[in-house]
């Protein structure tokens, strides 16, 4: 990753005081997948996509940006009005508008422990997600370069919400309108907390906790995100850089 966006990504994460860093060891597990209508460079859905994080859970995840055409009608088809963000239970049959109302509800009905009874976001949180969004040049806010067509099937990331490496793939894949599994990868344990040499230097023996973690290093011998799936082309990839190339190139208008 360039390092001037890198640099900024790291800000980004800093000025949330890097929330959505760590994941639960345990979470009450929906049955169906969650599904979040949403823009990467939305304050609003910054804050829910950190509740996703901590409380590991996954979402299926419908870019929405300003501009786009594939998600945005569909939302409005579905909850009444374009407002993001916008979640969908199919487990209780449950639509919610408006951050705080659906961190409240996922704590409630999915969090354990702390997680489920640690309060929702106030003023000063909503100030550093805005921050954060301006930090990152407000990327991830408007559709732009996406092909006509999109993929037949989601696309698979694993990332968690404070990730500097991540968070430019999740801003494309948003401008893209590509719809993806967000598989959330939050750090459950101390030792994986700074850089990942830290872990291999000090912490070598320390077994890997995460649900996704876990499955991760199972399929791929390593943890390391962003890491992506493509099903539709059979593609798996770890680093930043490859994956932004990679998506620009195949679902970019002015792919090959």
Not at 3 to 28: C, H, P, Q, V, Y
Request: hydrophobic content about 35%; some cysteine.
């Amino acid at each position: 990753m360039a390092f001037i966006n890198l640099i900024s990504s790291t800000l980004a994460s800093s000025a949330r005081g890097w929330r959505g860093t760590r994941g639960a060891k345990r979470s009450n597990q929906p049955e169906q997948m969650l599904q979040l209508y949403e823009y990467e460079g939305c304050p609003f859905c910054r804050l829910v996509r950190e509740a996703l994080t901590e409380l590991d859970l996954d979402a299926v995840i419908y870019p929405c940006p300003r501009g786009g055409t594939r998600f945005r009608p569909q939302a409005e088809a579905v909850g009444g009005r374009q407002q993001f963000p916008l979640l969908v239970d199919d487990n209780t049959d449950t639509v919610l508008y408006e951050s705080s109302e659906i961190i409240a509800y996922l704590r409630e009905h999915y969090g354990v422990g702390r997680n489920q009874d640690a309060g929702v976001p106030g003023g000063l949180a909503r100030a550093g997600a805005k921050m954060a969004t301006a930090l990152r040049g407000f990327a991830g806010t408007r559709a732009a370069g996406a092909a006509d067509s999109g993929p037949e099937l989601p696309l698979e990331l694993y990332s968690f919400e404070a990730s500097p490496y991540s968070r430019p793939v999740r801003e494309l894949l948003c401008t893209l309108e590509l719809p993806y599994v967000l598989r959330n990868t939050g750090k459950a344990v101390n030792a994986d907390m700074g850089p990942r040499w830290v872990r291999e230097k000090f912490f070598p023996d320390t077994p890997v906790e995460g649900r996704n973690r876990k499955r991760m290093t199972e399929d791929t011998g390593r943890m390391q995100v962003p890491y992506l799936i493509d099903p539709n082309t059979d593609t798996r990839m770890f680093e930043s850089e490859d994956i932004l190339h990679y998506l620009q190139t195949t679902y970019g208008r002015g792919r090959a």
